[in-house]
């Protein structure tokens, strides 16, 4: 019998007619292309149906509690009654000067308090920084995505209508890095580069040798690196918190002064609800003055438009009470009684155990490496299956209570799926194993 044959007759953990049946009445065209939102609906309606459960590994959300020390803080404010008052749009000075102390601690990067900004996640920092990087220049009107990458920064340039080119980093890590980038730099149209480091969805991690490339092309041709750290020391093969002291997160702010640094408070901190990030800008690009920012947004310096013109027209600020949350977060890492990277590790852990059940069950990690070293257990991996694409794949895991997204949205031009570990729990592993076995056994490889 025919392997797709033999599947028909088999009765899987959650029945193909429901699963089918939900995808139709959500009207899905295709579940590879779904947006990670529709996965969501998608399995909720599914679970709602019946009586198991998923092993959701769709949705990139922290799931530890957040930082007491923040919450405390924040609490703190509130009482104090900042809710009442408009907070400084480019950062109360306590957070900017506990920020530009934790780049240096942790980066060992200089950077000014007047830098560092904060803004409604960095969701809200990409797209500041992107509309105004779009518009340095009239020549360079398009941003480089180095993907795979996070789907919604392009949902960020098509609602502002600004261009960008992406490629697939893939085949082009270490020295066929510059290569890859000096063909796209030369031609002279480009204002930025954009990647995540640890990367969602990959989690691979530039070496030095990559940043250095990076910051060096960056200089030669004046584009802006903007590096989104939204998973800050979060690459667990070495142990990145000690204030003060190597080894660092690192970055290409040691290889180029043309860059913003995107912190996000969501994973490193658990803090995704109160929807607050810093934008570091370095203090080269931050007070240089570009002559096409004037007639678009009458204001001279990088710095200056995005806080006094782009912040200031989009949202005032961020919110108060959470400014001071995360200016007692930072202060807390800064002074060494608050060890963020302790407190996540968690995830390092589960990915370990769970990559070990997708590899023995005829399952491939697809971004397997960076240089000769494997990638760090972190928050997201990468799953690919022989003989399926990704799209096929995450269909036929779903009859087996098995959720992800497929890396065809993320950019990426390799076959699979991206697993972010951080809502399965430890309970669910038995499970997670039960299904794999079956689905490698129902879908034997050669
Ligand atoms: C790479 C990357 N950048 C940015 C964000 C969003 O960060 P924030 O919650 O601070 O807006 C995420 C969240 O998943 C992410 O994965």
Redesign the pocket.
């Known amino acids: 019998m025919a392997v797709s044959e033999r599947f028909y007759t088999m009765s899987t953990p959650f029945s193909r007619e429901l699963v089918d049946e939900c995808i139709s009445q959500l009207r899905i065209d295709e579940v590879g292309n779904a947006t990670i939102r529709e996965i969501v609906a998608l399995v909720n309606a599914v679970e709602e149906k019946s009586s198991d459960k998923f092993i959701r590994m769709e949705m ?1 959300v922290p799931g530890l509690p957040p930082a007491k020390v923040g919450v405390e803080a924040e609490i703190e404010a509130l009482k104090s009654g900042v809710a009442s008052k408009y907070p400084m749009i480019d950062g109360i000075k306590p957070l900017k000067e506990e920020a530009s102390r934790f780049v240096k601690l942790f980066m060992n990067v200089d950077v000014k308090p007047q830098g560092c900004i904060p803004s409604v ?4 920092g ?1 797209y500041s920084a992107f509309m105004v990087a779009s518009h340095v220049d009239p020549k360079k009107d398009t941003l480089l995505f180095i993907d795979p ?2 789907p919604v ?1 392009k949902q960020q340039m098509f609602v502002m209508g600004c261009r960008y080119e992406t490629f697939d980093v893939f085949s082009y890590r270490g020295e066929g890095l510059r290569t890859k980038l000096e063909s796209i730099l030369s031609k002279g149209n480009i204002n930025s580069i954009v990647y ?1 480091n640890p990367n ?1 969805p990959s989690w691979i991690c530039f070496t030095e040798a990559e940043l250095q490339i990076i910051g060096e092309l960056a200089t030669k041709y004046d584009v802006i690196v903007m590096e ?1 750290l ?2 800050f020391a979060m690459d667990f093969r070495q142990n990145l918190y000690t204030p003060g002291e190597p080894p660092y997160q690192p970055t290409v702010a040691h290889y180029t002064d043309n860059y913003v640094l ?1 912190i ?4 490193i901190f658990s803090y ?1 609800g109160q ?3 810093i934008m570091v800008i370095s203090d080269a690009l931050y007070n240089r003055d570009y002559e096409n920012l004037k007639p678009r947004f009458h204001s001279n310096s990088f710095g200056n438009t995005i806080t006094q013109r782009v912040l200031y027209a989009i949202s005032s600020g961020t919110s108060h009470s959470a400014q001071y949350a995360l200016a007692a977060m930072f202060k807390a890492a800064n002074e060494g009684k608050f060890n963020f990277v302790d407190d996540v590790k968690e995830y390092g852990e589960k990915a370990r155990i769970m990559k070990d059940l997708f590899l023995k069950n005829g399952f491939h990690i697809v971004y397997e490496k960076d240089g000769d070293q494997l990638v760090a257990d972190g928050f997201y991996f990468t799953v690919g299956y022989p003989g399926m694409t990704g799209e096929e794949l995450l269909h036929n895991l779903l009859y087996y209570g098995v959720s992800a997204i497929s890396l065809k949205n993320t950019g990426s031009e390799k076959e699979g799926l991206r697993a972010c570990v951080s809502h399965v729990s430890r309970d669910q592993f038995d499970d997670l194993e039960k299904r794999l076995v079956q689905f490698h056994n129902d879908f034997p490889l050669n």
């Not at 996640?121 to 809200?124: I, L, R």
């Open positions: 990139g996640g960095s969701m809200q990409t990458g996070f920064q995540s969602n989104d939204a998973y995107f996000s408070s969501s994973k995704a929807r607050i990030g």
